[in-house]
């Protein structure tokens, strides 16, 4: 815990809300959720579809406005207007993965403009070779070949465009990286290949993550900590083992019970937990941020606190 | 067999990444897809030899077409050989005319296609990724769409001298709007997508990202109301001349030449027949040639 506190952190949200407009209703998206990543480590998000996973990420880039609280990277305020300098700093040292690397790829322009897209923005190199140089030396990190520079995205496979798509983000040379799903849109057989890349990239270039995933059985091995939101609020956040050992909200359990287990007989006669909202009584008082137990942090009212923890 | 018979090839995990690479080329495919269409590529032939050979009629002959006959005999002559399309009622060879008329309305036509797109496009790329602009934007699209045109061309030609330039204004102030319309549904769709997402995360700047994100997605529809709004002007350049509002009555374009063979069409149908059907014939090439190559642009007409 005491050594927990000395650790630098590197991005703090907190209680962030995004509503959109529906027609004339609004509804919130993200509702109140608080967060902060230590430099370093990986945490990542996970929720089902809709839970407002992108809308968080989204939020953090700046492209969704905070319509309350406040996100602060390095202790300042990158939610509300920030300076010229602040922009460029901001937008150098924190980038963003694609979900969908068939949409996430402008069709129209070769690999070599996106991949150096960010340096024209910024003006990050001296002259033509220099920029080469580095496209060069970035596609090559990420297992491409240079001269894919010169080719357009659609004559690339899936994996090969995210892998472009890292590029893009890596040749920024950024402290922090939101990995919105970077999977999931993926064949399943280079699933793992992509990952394996996320985790060497990370170990080479220092980076820090926030890797945001559907289900909880991808992010067990990379995670140090976890969040699950569930309908734009975060119900459970721990450190990953701990998580998995000592699940405490009925929805944590869900998704836990969901993850397909590789002793076929196991799985047969594995209990399927079925989350129902309905069994919490939050009408009179609303369940507040607890620390069950140290850094492990539940949504709940006192008497749901009071029996998970008991159990 | 021999141990050595066989080696393993050393793994590169480079090379492993040179499949799933394909040839398929946007524009290619665009193009085998319009000409593999009978009519788009012989309305396209036509018309590329009617404008061309009007464009160039001026160098190729040396007949005058306001030669006027001060002898009444070459007045309003049938087609023969000396003239092919006969003569007008000044004894002016229709031939020559019918020429040199097209090739002033496809400069009009031209000229105000250039105007009404390239407004038509930065506008409606504005529109449609500003998100702030749109309000105003639909208010000044209701404004000028309630207007019925033929109203506002005539007032226009009233207020202003007639001549090219005058057509030119009354026609593009209003034209660009529609074209910015359609560019600006394209682009919403557009703007939403995660490359543009990416760009903006990336801090890119709006100029780039409408020259580099959007507009190359646009050329299709650019092309394609291009050719819409080139028979659209000719049309309306004619329309302007048969009220008596269009260019000048020593201008020689297919307006003033319709206009003057509407007279004496009952004397003379000739007089009016020629410089029609090649205004037809042009009108609709461009038509349906901007039609056709609309279909072929779409990804999923592709072979
Ligand atoms: N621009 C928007 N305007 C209105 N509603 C939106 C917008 N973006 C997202 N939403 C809504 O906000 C909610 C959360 O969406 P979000 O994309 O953040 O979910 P997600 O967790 O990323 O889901 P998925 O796993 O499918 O990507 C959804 O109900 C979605 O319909
Ligand atoms: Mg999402």
Redesign the pocket.
């Known amino acids: 815990m005491a050594a927990e506190d000395k650790r630098e952190i590197l991005l703090e949200v907190k209680n962030l809300t ?1 509503d ?3 027609g004339r209703r609004k ?1 919130s ?2 509702d109140d959720v608080s967060f902060h990543i230590y430099k370093g480590e990986t945490f990542s998000l996970v ?12 939020a953090i880039m700046g492209i ?1 406005q905070a319509s309350q609280g406040d996100i602060l990277y390095k202790g300042e305020s990158v939610s509300g207007n920030m300076t010229g300098s602040q922009e460029r700093k901001f937008r150098q040292s924190v980038q963003m993965i694609f ?1 969908d690397p068939m949409a996430s790829l402008n069709e129209r322009a070769k690999v070599d403009y996106i991949v150096s897209e960010g340096l024209y923005n910024f003006k990050l190199f001296k002259g033509e070779k220099e920029r080469k140089a580095k496209v060069e030396r970035t596609l090559r990190k990420v297992g491409l070949l240079p001269d894919f520079a010169s080719r357009f995205p659609h004559e690339f496979s899936g994996g090969q465009r995210q892998r472009i798509g890292i590029a893009r983000a890596l040749i920024m040379e950024p402290e922090f990286l939101v990995a ?2 970077p999977i ?1 849109a993926l064949d399943v057989s280079i699933r793992a290949q992509i990952l394996n890349l996320l985790n060497k990239l990370k170990k080479e270039e220092d980076l820090t993550y926030l890797f ?1 995933a ?1 289900d909880l059985s991808v992010v067990r091995l990379i995670s140090d900590r976890i969040a699950v ?1 569930y309908k ?1 609020k975060i119900v459970e956040l721990a450190e990953s083992e701990e998580l998995f050992r000592r699940p405490l909200h009925p929805y944590t359990k869900g998704l836990l019970s969901a993850i397909p287990l590789p002793d076929p007989e196991s799985e047969k006669n594995k209990n399927l937990l079925i989350y129902d909202p309905s069994i919490h009584d939050y009408d009179k008082v609303p369940p507040s941020w607890c620390e069950a137990y140290p850094g492990h942090w539940v949504l709940a009212d006192e008497r749901e606190l009071d029996l998970w923890r008991r159990r | 067999m021999s141990d050595d018979a066989f080696t393993f090839a050393p793994w590169n995990p480079e090379a492993a990444e040179e499949t799933g690479y394909s040839h398929y080329s946007y524009w290619r495919s665009t193009f085998r897809t319009f000409i593999k269409n009978r009519l788009s590529l012989t309305l396209l032939i036509i018309m590329g030899v009617l404008v061309l050979f009007s464009l160039l009629y001026p160098v190729l002959a040396s007949v005058d077409p306001n030669k006027v006959a001060l002898d009444s005999s070459l007045w309003n002559r049938r087609p023969d050989f000396a003239h092919i399309f006969g003569t007008d009622g000044l004894g002016r060879d229709i031939w020559a005319r019918t020429w040199y008329g097209t090739r002033t309305s496809i400069l009009l036509a031209f000229t105000i296609a250039f105007f009404d797109v390239g407004i038509g496009v930065v506008a409606g790329a504005l529109w449609g990724y500003v998100r702030k602009s749109d309000q105003i934007m639909t208010e000044i699209y209701n404004v000028i769409t309630n207007i019925p045109s033929t109203v506002y061309l005539i007032l226009l030609s009233y207020i202003m001298k007639p001549g090219f330039w005058t057509i030119v204004i009354a026609m593009s102030s209003r034209g660009w709007i529609t074209i910015a319309r359609f560019i600006r549904n394209k682009v919403i769709s557009l703007r ?1 997508s995660e490359y543009n997402v990416a760009s903006r995360c990336l801090g890119t700047p709006l100029n780039r990202i409408l020259g580099k994100n959007i507009i190359p997605f646009l050329v299709s529809i650019i092309i394609m109301q291009t050719a819409l709004t080139i028979p659209y002007s000719i049309g309306a350049e004619v329309f302007l001349g048969f009220i008596g509002l269009g260019l000048p009555l020593d201008t020689v374009s297919l307006g003033n030449m319709v206009n003057q063979g509407r007279s004496n069409f009952m004397l003379y149908p000739f007089q009016l027949t020629w410089p029609t059907v090649i205004l037809a014939v042009i009108t609709v090439s461009f038509y349906i040639v901007g039609n056709k190559f609309a279909d072929a642009s779409d990804p999923k007409n592709h072979l």
């Open positions: 995004v959109f407009k529906l509804f998206a993200v929720g089902e579809s809709g839970s407002g996973k992108t809308t968080v990420s989204r969704h979900q919105d799903e999931s945001i559907h939101i734009g | 939403e």
